[in-house]
């Protein structure tokens, strides 16, 4: 069961690897929200009428929505592929909206962990206590360690400061330095780095 807190609405799952994905989606700055079980769609294949159920619908803030079908990363993810891709050929030409295939390689650990961090931040960061640790990372050269940051900062405790971080990264003014951030979870010893002024 997962909770959409931008509407309070409760969806339940059909595996944990589509409530990870869910959750994804939640933290997503460009959704709007999230639809769980949708169809049934249907497609032609030599002839022959044939059906599925999408497991997540993404509507994005844009008005376009992506059709996502979550599977295990294998045989099944490709046969679900070739699917998505007879759906996508049977929209209309001017659509934007698209069928795709989300496995367990996109759904990593590292990358749900982000996300949950994120939605979490939403709940407990606030804007000023934000700015200040973005004020204090561009004092310091626009790239610190998480516990640098507050170090500097002692009137905020370092779980206000990993909160602000995280509500940074939501709002695209920073980012977790890492070649592979989706990889790799995030600590007080992770590098942060500004990437534009508010």
């Given at each position: 069961?997962?909770?959409?807190?931008?509407?309070?609405?409760?969806?339940?799952?059909?595996?944990?690897?589509?409530?990870?994905?869910?959750e994804?989606?939640?933290?997503?700055?460009?959704?709007?929200?999230?639809?769980?079980?949708?169809?049934?769609h249907?497609?032609?294949?030599?002839?022959?009428?044939?059906?599925?159920?999408?497991?997540?619908?993404?509507?994005?803030?844009?008005?376009?929505?992506?059709?996502?079908?979550?599977?295990?990363?294998?045989e099944?993810?490709?046969?679900?592929?070739?699917?998505?891709?007879?759906?996508?050929?049977?929209?209309?030409?001017?659509s934007?909206?698209?069928?795709?295939?989300?496995?367990?390689?996109?759904?990593?650990k590292?990358?749900?962990?982000a996300?949950?961090h994120i939605?979490?931040?939403?709940?407990?960061?606030?804007?000023?206590?934000?700015?200040?640790?973005?004020?204090?990372?561009?004092?310091?050269?626009?790239?610190?360690r998480?516990?640098e940051?507050?170090?500097?900062?002692?009137d905020?405790?370092?779980?206000?400061?990993?909160?602000?971080t995280?509500?940074?990264?939501?709002?695209?003014?920073?980012?977790?330095?890492h070649?592979?951030p989706?990889?790799?979870?995030?600590?007080?010893?992770?590098?942060i780095?500004?990437?534009?002024?508010?």
């Amino acid at each position: 069961m997962i909770v959409d807190q931008k509407n309070n609405t409760y969806h339940r799952l059909e595996s944990d690897l589509e409530s990870k994905a869910m959750e994804i989606f939640l933290a997503m700055p460009d959704t709007d929200w999230v639809k769980a079980q949708d169809g049934p769609h249907y497609y032609v294949v030599e002839g022959i009428l044939h059906k599925t159920i999408i497991d997540l619908v993404r509507y994005l803030l844009d008005g376009s929505r992506e059709f996502v079908s979550i599977k295990a990363e294998g045989e099944a993810a490709r046969e679900e592929e070739a699917k998505m891709k007879l759906l996508n050929n049977q929209l209309p030409k001017d659509s934007r909206d698209r069928f795709l295939v989300m496995t367990d390689e996109q759904i990593r650990k590292a990358r749900v962990n982000a996300s949950r961090h994120i939605l979490r931040s939403r709940e407990l960061a606030t804007d000023v206590r934000t700015a200040r640790v973005h004020e204090a990372l561009l004092e310091m050269g626009g790239r610190a360690r998480v516990w640098e940051i507050s170090e500097r900062l002692t009137d905020l405790t370092c779980a206000q400061v990993v909160t602000a971080t995280w509500d940074m990264i939501a709002k695209g003014i920073a980012i977790h330095d890492h070649p592979a951030p989706e990889r790799f979870l995030r600590s007080k010893g992770s590098w942060i780095r500004a990437v534009t002024k508010e």
